[in-house]
């Protein structure tokens, strides 16, 4: 029995390094043949803390045919005088100030929809306002989005974790990804159910863009960049997810509360709300990923050293994904709380929706 435990997570860790291959990185050395307009949308609620450090991102960018457009969405902090002051009349500078939220509409899909309405470009990057990238990640972009024919890229940055909790479920993004999706069928095929976005880094091309209907068509939508990555492939279109980890960073969150309420809106929703899919990664995370530590245990006391290689096996896994992401190597160690923390938020998540009560995020609520 324990051998085919340690043979099945040998498999675990062969499928993560064989699905990795279909991830394609940004080029370190991007060079254009055009330079189409790029408008860069950044939707901001309450971004004070956050301002600064972007804005400094966007001046910096290498890229020279390019707007800047931020649209402040009903802030109340010092969002806009932050914005105001950093800015600093530099004229490829657009904000906004967002409308009120219409009903139906999720927060930050009806910012990006106001956004895209006052974007000029040819290309339409939108950025989360906790995004900080590299000078040259534009063009990174463009010229991975030109040599694969795409009319969506997007992808995951590596991910500054500051509050405990953010250290457990944060980088589980990366996990999920590069465990459970098929890259080559999301990468290379319509097939919509393999599909995966992220919205602090989405770029589209423009005309097909709006021939989906941009993102008025998700208007409802909690996980809105996976929803319209599928309209993308049910249009014709293709998507292509890629590794931005060395050009692309981002801390999400500043405290445990933050983590625990931006996970709770997202984790139900993300599986489609499905009681069943939720049975099956609990009973999964729980004997594959809680469970070894335990065994781990019980084997240094009993002097049934095997009875290790479980928990040893998913800190390799979970080391893999972090060299390759960008992330801390050291963390792979809390693989089984990291699991017991995304278990945790996901029964949550999945009992505020059965009983019907609202997410919160940002002084909004959603059903």
């Not at 064989?18 to 330079?35: D, G, M, T, V």
């Not at 992330?327 to 938020?345: D, E, G, N």
Request: proline share 4%; glycine share 6%.
């Amino acid at each position: 029995m324990m051998a085919s435990y340690i043979g099945i997570h040998l498999l675990f860790l062969a499928w993560i390094i064989i699905n990795r291959l279909f991830l394609p990185a940004l080029s370190k050395h991007p060079k254009l043949s055009a330079e189409p307009l790029v408008s860069v949308l950044v939707p901001m609620r309450n971004e004070e803390r956050n301002v600064e450090i972007l804005i400094k991102s966007l001046k910096n960018s290498s890229y020279s045919h390019i707007e800047f457009i931020v649209l402040n969405d009903q802030s109340t902090d010092g969002t806009q005088r932050e914005l105001e002051r950093t800015i600093a009349g530099d004229d490829r500078f657009t904000i906004l100030q967002g409308d009120e939220l219409p009903v139906g509409w999720v927060g930050k899909v009806h910012a990006c929809h106001q956004l895209q309405l006052a974007a000029s470009g040819d290309y339409l990057l939108f950025v989360d306002a906790d995004v900080r990238f590299r000078p040259q990640a534009i063009e990174q972009s463009l010229v991975l989005m030109q040599r694969k024919g795409t009319q969506l890229l997007t992808g995951f940055p590596a991910f500054d974790v500051t509050p405990f909790l953010s250290k457990l479920l944060v980088p589980m993004l990366h996990f999920v990804i590069l465990f459970h999706l098929p890259i080559a069928l999301a990468n290379y095929t319509k097939f919509k159910a393999a599909t995966a976005a992220n919205g602090m880094w989405m770029m589209f091309e423009r005309t097909s863009y709006e021939k989906i209907g941009g993102h008025a068509a998700v208007r409802d939508s909690l996980v809105e960049d996976v929803h319209i990555a599928r309209q993308v492939k049910a249009h014709g279109f293709s998507v292509v997810l890629a590794n931005i980890t060395m050009s692309v960073k981002c801390r999400m969150y500043e405290t445990n509360a933050e983590v625990w309420e931006g996970f709770l809106k997202n984790s139900y929703a993300g599986i489609g709300r499905s009681p069943l899919m939720a049975v099956f990664l609990i009973l999964f995370y729980s004997i594959f990923y809680v469970l070894p530590p335990f065994l781990a245990i019980y084997g240094g006391l009993s002097g049934s050293y095997w009875w290790i290689a479980p928990y040893a096996l998913t800190v390799v896994q979970r080391w893999y994904v972090d060299m390759v992401t960008n992330q801390r190597w050291y963390l792979s160690f809390l693989i089984p709380l990291q699991a017991a923390a995304m278990l945790a938020v996901l029964v949550e998540s999945m009992r505020k929706s059965l009983k019907k009560q609202p997410y919160s995020w940002k002084g909004r609520h959603y059903s």
